[in-house]
């Protein structure tokens, strides 16, 4: 009997420390999944907030290209605008075609050349004093600068019908 009794608390002992082992071990497992599930809902308030920032940054973004856009329609209604009237116009001494007049533009005329020459040649009638209060610049500047695009413009038209011209006459055609 006392063989049976001293089993009995020897089996009573290892199930106590059997449950203490294991109430050890979900202890630390609760306090993992505790540290987990932090960590957890902090990467998911840092991707949410990636998330955020990427979509402001995308709709800054197409804020920027709409924007972009328009002020490329916008200056290209202004230039064409600006062709017609000056190819229409009262001092059409150049004979620019479509063409050359953007190549110009594109190729050498600072913005406030071209934003001279537009005023001065578009449907408006600006006078020289008009823009240069616009521009904040005197009118001898203004008739400076005129002077000096058209200046370059001939130019070009000058180079661009000598470079045709070789063109035409080359040997390699």
Known sequence: ??????EKQKK???FNKS???LDEIIKNAK??????AEELREI???????IKKEKEK????KKTQQ??????ALMSFKVERCFNNFIEGKENRTNLTKEQFLKCIQLGLNTREALVFMLKNGKEDYTYSDIGRMMNVTRERVRQ????TENELQMYLTYQKRLDDLLENSPLK
């Open 19 to 21: 449950k203490i082992e």
């Open 67 to 72: 924007a972009e856009l328009f002020n490329i």
């Open 1 to 6: 009997m006392k063989d049976k009794l001293k």
């Open 31 to 36: 306090a993992k999944h505790k540290i987990v």
């Open 12 to 14: 009573q002992e290892e």
């Open 145 to 148: 600068v005129l002077s000096s």
């Open 44 to 50: 998911k308030n840092i991707i949410t907030a990636d």
């Open 58 to 61: 995308q709709v800054e973004i």
